[in-house]
């Protein structure tokens, strides 16, 4: 317990739905470097979690750090988008140019949900229509619209909505509609289900469909490589968008591509992004198509977003990333957790999961497939007691999800892969036991 006694004014002032991880043995960070950061506790922990991905580069990187400094010597933080901002104006350059996207305009946000509430506002009005087909297990955000679209119970607190939301199966294939399918039958059995929904559920005028490359908070569940590839060329036969929610997937964290849209063929008509691109400063933005991009019929302007000491700092992180192949760091680093994680022969684990720097693994009652949040629970204390930190997620709640830095090196994914292991070999001859 902190001395100060800060959980319990945490608690006292802060929602009851907020959750803090570690429960009465609550963690405060005061410090970090690099990959690693110290805890009120007096422990150095190797971090695999990143703020939920958001510490892209990690942490005290005086590249970044210099760049907000030069910022803020000149004494402007802020001057609203009614100005000329130098700094929006060149990142926004780079980011159209890094986009895949022809033409591509851009509008910087303060969050991912802020961008996909954005990218479904000009969807909507580009297409005329509040129709949207959304993916079960996805998440999105905890805005109005983007709640609306999140297919996770967990995070969706209101049935009201501004959309008209229609669901498409998730790909995950552990259990539910896809499981057990090849690669090749889950595309099949995806734009049957697609077709299916369009002719039943819909009016017939869908404006987007949303779709996270890999699904975040859902746990890192994916369809196969190819899946948005085989929904657009359905999409595109009346028109429909297809908005590519990078806020987790996007800046080489795959270690295959830039942007986790690459993997499946295809070109999105929008795409969202945000955490990593600030390491930490609120940044996020839509990227997209000219004339969905200009849709939107009247006035309309981020009071933040955009602002010069975020664009000081996303710029330095996109060179950082961009001069150190970070993309092809994490395709190395993360070989070696996914090589090493998928070679154990554990019954607590279900499934591994990912692609570079961005690992799920499904903690399940060994022998089966029925997920076991409490053994998850066990594992994610054992991690944390063992010097790691890891993430939590999932539908269920079963699933250990590590997005460390991309800046992540060799020894760094060895030594995480040993606590890792450690701490699921434990659980796992517990649950043998019970």
Known sequence: MMSDDLLARHRAVMPTWMPVYYGDDALEIVSGSGRHVVGADGRTYLDFFGGVLTNMIGYDIPEINEAVRRQLATGVVHTSTLYLIRQQVELAERVARVSGIPDARVFFTNSGSEANETALLMAANVR??????????????????????TGHRSWSSSSLSPLNVSWLASGDRLRGRMAGLAAGDILDAAVDDLREVLATVTAGDVAAMIA????????????????????????????????????????????????????????????????????????????????????????SFSTFGGNPLSMAAGTAVLDYLLDRDLQGNAARTGAILLDGLRA??????????????????????????????????????????????????????????MGPPLTLTEAEARDGLSILTDALSRVDAEARIA
């Open 128 to 149: 005329r229509s509040n129709q949207i087909l959304a993916i079960k297990n996805s998440y999105h955000g905890r805005t109005f619209a983007t709640m609306a679209v």
């Open 212 to 299: 996270e490359p890999i699904q975040g908070v859902g746990g890192f569940v994916a369809g196969p490589d190819g899946l948005l590839g085989a929904y657009q060329k359905v999409l595109g036969e009346t028109g429909i968008l297809l908005i590519a929610d990078e806020v987790q997937t996007g800046w080489g964290r795959t270690g295959e591509h830039f942007w986790g849209y690459q993997a499946h063929g295809v070109t999105p008509d929008l795409i969202t992004f945000a955490k990593g691109i600030g390491n930490g400063f609120a940044l996020g933005g839509v990227a997209g198509r000219a004339d969905v991009m200009n849709a939107v019929p009247a006035i």
């Open 344 to 401: 154990l022969d554990l019954p607590i684990v279900g499934e591994v999961r990912g692609k570079g720097l961005m690992i799920g693994v499904e903690i399940v009652r060994p022998g089966t497939t029925e997920p076991d949040a409490a053994a998850t629970v066990r594992v994610f204390d054992e991690c944390r007691a063992g010097g790691l930190l890891v993430g939590k997620g999932g539908l269920y709640g079963n699933v250990l999800r």
